[in-house]
């Protein structure tokens, strides 16, 4: 059962690249989620999404682009890479609304913008 | 506006003694509260949670957290740390914003164990 799994799980790019970052889900999750880690910080919420086709802001989106064609996949797209998007990314996924119910995340994926 | 604070950033402990890793919340109406653990390169896995049942949470690996209203606190606890214990520990609490809810996490303990 793999869970999330996110790539690439490093990746240095330079300024003004683009990137996407993979997540794939195999539960079946509605609900999925690309969060930012920054050092000594909690995690941010940059976009979700409820299902198929439909995507929304969380409190980080600047930068940032996502699609949900299918239940399964929710890549995160850089599209002018910047030093401020150095970060640990995360996605996961839910069954339900985060209400109550538990996230399951990826490994994550380190970025640097050089 | 609702918030998490993790009064501590690190935390050092012997291996054999308790742990507390102390989390104050705020929140406008009952929430959910969770503890999640991340081993370095590893995706946050969660320890517990509560959802307004029984105040005092049972989670896996020997850790519990109290829930005390009065006190707007959601501390986590364990009678003896083991050296596998040593991670990164978020105290997490979901948050209504009409009709849906976002989770906010706070910036996380680091606990050390020392042998």
């Known amino acids: 059962n793999a869970g999330v799994t996110q790539t690439p799980k490093f990746r240095i790019l330079k300024i003004g690249q683009s990137m996407t970052l993979q997540c794939t889900q195999d539960?079946?999750?509605?609900?999925m989620y690309w969060y930012r880690q920054d050092p000594g910080m909690g995690l941010k919420l940059i976009y979700y999404?409820?299902?198929?086709?439909?995507?929304d802001k969380g409190e980080v989106p600047n930068g940032y682009n996502v699609s949900r064609s299918t239940t399964e996949d929710f890549p995160l797209r850089l599209e002018l890479a910047a030093p401020s998007q150095t970060s640990v990314y995360f996605c996961?996924?839910?069954?339900?609304?985060?209400?109550?119910?538990?996230?399951?995340f990826g490994a994550g994926s380190r970025l640097t913008v050089l | 506006a609702q918030s998490v604070t993790q009064l501590d950033s690190h935390v050092s402990v012997s291996e054999g003694t308790p742990v507390l890793l102390r989390c104050n919340y705020s929140?406008?109406?009952?929430?959910?509260l969770f503890w999640y653990v991340q081993h370095p390169n590893k995706g946050l896995q969660l320890l517990l949670k509560?959802?307004?049942?029984?105040?005092l949470v049972k989670g896996i690996n020997g850790f519990e957290a109290e829930f005390k209203k009065s006190e707007t606190s959601f501390h986590l606890t364990k009678p003896s740390a083991h050296m596998s214990d040593a991670a990164e520990y978020f105290c997490?609490?979901?948050?209504?914003?009409?009709?849906?809810?976002?989770?906010?996490f706070g910036s996380g303990t680091r606990l050390l164990v020392r042998p």
């Open positions: 999404s409820v299902g198929a086709g439909i995507t």
């Open positions: 996961a996924s839910s069954y339900g609304t985060v209400g109550a119910n538990v996230l399951t």
């Open positions: 997490v609490v979901s948050d209504r914003m009409d009709s849906s809810y976002k989770l906010i």
């Open positions: 509560y959802t307004s049942a029984a105040t």
């Open positions: 929140s406008s109406y009952s929430p959910s």
């Open positions: 539960m079946n999750h509605n609900y």
